[in-house]
């Protein structure tokens, strides 16, 4: 037999790694504030329930979870794709990815939920940035060669 | 329908507390203050300690491979989760959420769904992650813009989202916690419902006219004989799911549509000059970055 019987030990053991998938990526989303990130956090939500959908699939004996699991698949690439065309927009009217610039879209009444004012100043590692040390080929450029000393942004 | 029992409660507990802590911890600061090595070091151990907690819930699945690779599966799977939130440098983020599609596509292969387990890292880890990563590669940031290094209410978020996990982790435990010898499963499984004899039992004649036969997943085989999985699962889609396909064709059809609609660049219309500037060009500042 190169099967063996899904009990519903099995099939908890699933559920709780859905469970956990789905609770981390709510935590992402509720906590990040890059665009980006947040999107990612929401797919991680997805992924979470299709291991749910798939083990429930395997535990009933149909094929019911799997296309549900497929159809959910659809759904996540066209998110992805309306997403990432919306997040290019976004980031050409500001330059930026900050979602709590657009806290003007907010409901009316409810206070401004982030005070970015108190923030400290990104403080650089000391020192240049370590790059890989890549072995010489070809002609030697006629400019004499000059160590990198700035960190980049 | 049992309740849970003190030990087990006293563990989910503990998975909450532990995880709320160290997430918190490992979360950005609110202000996008610096936290230091040894604050971070806290949290990943307090983390640590709440994702091992979650080992012994888990039954091991039969014989030593699936197991020792079930909990490989499962550790990395919850482990990049982890990392894919706290990290600061969005790339980070995308590399580790990568990490997390492949390993639940390893867990897919384990319940048996070779052709999703195909399908999520080819649409997941093929084509979203690296469209994403287009993206982060155009914003540039390196973790070091105030949006990166600072997080929306880190306490009161991991508090909210740990509750919820520790809810459902509290709900399946105590589900799989009413097995006795009588009832090995406390929910029942369709597959043995379709078993019964549809003469005499009417629920059994219920379930096999719900589940039709295209709709079943193939009986295990012998050793050296494989069940026909792909060509199953194609049989099921184009027959009994033949409308759901035609829709999530349109709904692709539909987002591919949108996106482009969305995402075309539109050059200003300026009634004093001919040809107007670039769009986005003109805005202010760079907000936020550093």
């Known amino acids: 037999m190169t099967d063996y019987a899904f009990s519903f030990d099995q099939l908890s053991n699933y559920l709780i790694l859905g469970a956990a998938l789905m609770s981390l990526g709510m935590l992402g989303f ?30 009933h004996g149909n094929w019911t979870g799997q296309v549900f699991t497929i159809v959910m698949l659809t759904v996540a690439a066209s998110e992805a794709a309306l997403a990432l065309a919306l997040i290019l927009v976004l980031f050409n009217r500001n330059r930026s990815l900050d979602i709590s610039l657009w806290q003007g879209l907010r409901e009316s009444g409810l206070p401004e939920s982030l005070d970015t004012d108190k923030a400290e100043p990104y403080v650089p590692l000391p020192g240049p940035e370590s790059y890989p040390n890549l072995t010489p080929s070809g002609v030697e450029p006629p400019h004499p060669r000059q160590p990198w000393e700035q960190r980049r942004g | 329908m049992t309740l849970l029992d003190t030990r087990d409660f006293g563990w989910i507990l503990a998975i909450v507390a532990l995880g709320w802590v160290g997430m918190w911890l490992l979360l950005p600061h609110r202000h996008g203050g610096s936290r230091t090595t040894r604050v971070t070091s806290v949290g990943a151990l307090l983390a640590g300690i709440a994702l091992l907690l979650f080992l012994p819930l888990l039954t091991p699945p039969g014989p030593l491979l699936p197991t020792l690779f079930f909990y490989a599966f499962s550790l990395l799977s919850l482990i990049g989760a982890v990392l894919m939130i706290t990290a600061r440098d969005p790339v980070y983020s995308a590399l580790w959420f990568a990490t997390v599609v492949l390993a639940s596509s390893g867990l897919f292969l384990l319940a048996g769904a070779q052709f999703l387990a195909a399908g999520t890292v080819i649409v997941y880890a093929g084509a979203i992650i690296v469209t994403f990563l287009f993206v982060l590669m155009l914003a540039q940031s390196h973790g070091q813009a105030i949006y990166d290094r600072s997080a929306r209410r880190p306490l009161a978020s991991s508090f909210t989202s740990l509750l919820l ?56 085989h012998e050793f050296g004989q494989r069940p026909p999985h792909v060509a199953g699962l194609g049989g099921t889609l184009f027959t009994d799911h033949l409308l759901a396909v035609e829709v999530i ?3 692709l059809f539909i987002a591919l549509i949108g996106a482009v609609a969305i995402a075309t660049p539109r050059i200003p219309v300026r009634p004093d000059r001919s040809n107007g500037s670039a769009p986005g060009s003109s805005s202010s500042a760079p907000a936020g970055t550093a």
């Not at chain 2, 459902?168 to 799989?176: F, P």
């Not at chain 2, 929910?187 to 419902?193: C, E, F």
């Open chain 1, 30 to 59: 509720l906590s990040r504030r890059n665009l980006i990130v947040m999107f990612l956090s929401a797919e991680m939500m997805l992924q979470g329930t299709a291991l749910t959908l798939v083990s429930f699939s395997r535990f």
């Open chain 2, 165 to 220: 996990l520790g809810a459902l982790v509290a709900s399946i435990v105590a589900t799989g916690s009413g097995v006795t010898e009588e009832t090995p499963s406390p929910v029942v499984s369709v597959n043995d419902l379709v078993k019964g004899d549809p003469a005499t039992e009417p629920v059994a004649l219920v379930a096999a006219t719900a589940v039709r036969e295209t709709a079943r997943l193939p009986e295990p």
């Open chain 2, 249 to 251: 064709g349109l709904l």
